[in-house]
């Protein structure tokens, strides 16, 4: 059973922009902190950007400034807005709902080209 439903990933150019989307129950979203993480080949999935119901947002260093989470309460959906990409941006993105249970979406490929 699919908890998490992501979308919104794909093939962009260095500066190009991409929105990531995960939709979910509204028992799951209003209950849980959100995140979006990311796993490069042959390295460890890290959280990329995390929002938490009251709202404070937590940024990893490498994407500060250019990527932006938000949550949209009515549609309980996340979104991961990517301005700015670069070649190293590349890897597959996971949507991630945290309470007293882990989802974790499908995953989504995002490849930035040089």
């Known amino acids: 059973q699919v908890q998490l439903v992501e979308s919104g990933g794909g093939l962009v150019q260095t500066g190009g922009s991409l929105r990531l989307s995960c939709a979910t129950s509204r028992s799951i979203f209003s209950t849980s902190t959100m995140g979006w993480y990311r796993q490069a080949p042959g390295k460890q999935r890290y959280l990329v950007a995390r929002?938490?119901?009251?709202?404070?947002?937590y940024y990893a260093d490498s994407v500060k400034g250019r990527f932006t989470i938000s949550r949209d309460n009515a549609k309980n959906t996340v979104y991961l807005q990517m301005n700015s990409l670069k070649p190293e941006d590349t890897a597959v993105y996971y949507c991630?709902?945290?309470?007293?249970?882990?989802?974790w979406g499908q995953g989504t490929q995002v490849t930035v080209s040089p």
């Open positions: 991630n709902a945290a309470s007293s249970w882990n989802y």
């Open positions: 929002i938490f119901s009251a709202g404070s947002i």
